[in-house]
T-cell receptor, first 114, second 111 residues
Framework: DAMVIQNPRYQVTQFGKPVTLSCSQTLNHNVMYWYQQKSSQAPKLLFHYYDKDFNNEADTPDNFQSRRPNTSFCFLDIRSPGLGDAAMYLC?????????????FGPGTRLTVL | GENVEQHPSTLSVQEGDSAVIKCTYSDSASNYFPWYKQELGKRPQLIIDIRSNVGEKKDQRIAVTLNKTAKHFSLHITETQPEDSAVYFCAASRRNTPLVFGKGTRLSVIA
């Protein structure tokens, strides 16, 4: 059974056109993460939520925003996608506290920017 | 902050041989060390993890060792099979800090 679900699996957008990626979980985990992964590289953490507390990584561009309306859902908004934002976007969850337990990854959304 | 170095970046082994991937970390307070396997086009999946109160952990053909004094930990895969071919990431963290990943090792098992 799917535990971390991401939609859509593939997203094509135009340069500068806002896009929203979604993540949902059936695990009731406290922590939700958004990672960006480019080809042959490690996942790069963009931000995470511990319950409703939002934590932005220092080097995450302002172009990236996130919302967590409830425990189950989390969204990644890219306000003005550039060509450099083309990547796989991975959502992950963990029970928490941060840094202490297994992260469960979703299947990812591959974003193409034309 | 934490820094994790992973070696080698690529590794080729013959089917049936063993593979070893090594990671070092910089923050002596780190106490959680997971290993993730990522097949091409798929999500990272946890294969094994170890906490700082344990020196070694084994799960069938996979084992992880941790040397806290030297601040390094290693993944050992025995009797490798073609389906072990993937990118492997080590990571380190401590309470209230996010995981820091190594850059990954691309393992190829040649039949």
């Amino acid at each position: 059974d799917a535990m971390v679900i991401q939609n859509p699996r593939y997203q094509v957008t135009q340069f500068g056109k806002p896009v929203t990626l979604s993540c949902s979980q059936t695990l009731n985990h406290n922590v939700m993460y958004w990672y960006q992964q480019k080809s042959s590289q490690a996942p790069k953490l963009l931000f995470h939520y511990y319950d409703k507390d939002f934590n932005n990584e220092a080097d995450t561009p302002d172009n990236f925003q996130s919302r967590r309306p409830n425990t189950s859902f989390c969204f990644l908004d890219i306000r003005s996608p550039g060509l450099g934002d083309a990547a796989m976007y991975l959502c992950a969850t963990s029970v928490g506290p941060l840094g202490t337990d297994t992260q469960y990854f979703g299947p990812g959304t591959r974003l193409t920017v034309l | 902050g934490e820094n994790v170095e992973q070696h080698p970046s690529t590794l080729s082994v013959q089917e049936g041989d063993s593979a070893v991937i090594k990671c070092t970390y910089s923050d002596s307070a780190s106490n959680y060390f997971p290993w993730y396997k990522q097949e091409l086009g798929k999500r990272p999946q946890l294969i094994i993890d170890i906490r700082s109160n344990v020196g070694e952990k084994k799960d069938q053909r996979i084992a992880v060792t941790l040397n806290k004094t030297a601040k390094h930990f290693s993944l050992h895969i025995t009797e490798t099979q073609p389906e072990d071919s993937a990118v492997y990431f080590c990571a380190a963290s401590r309470r209230n800090t996010p995981l820091v990943f190594g850059k990954g090792t691309r393992l190829s098992v040649i039949a």
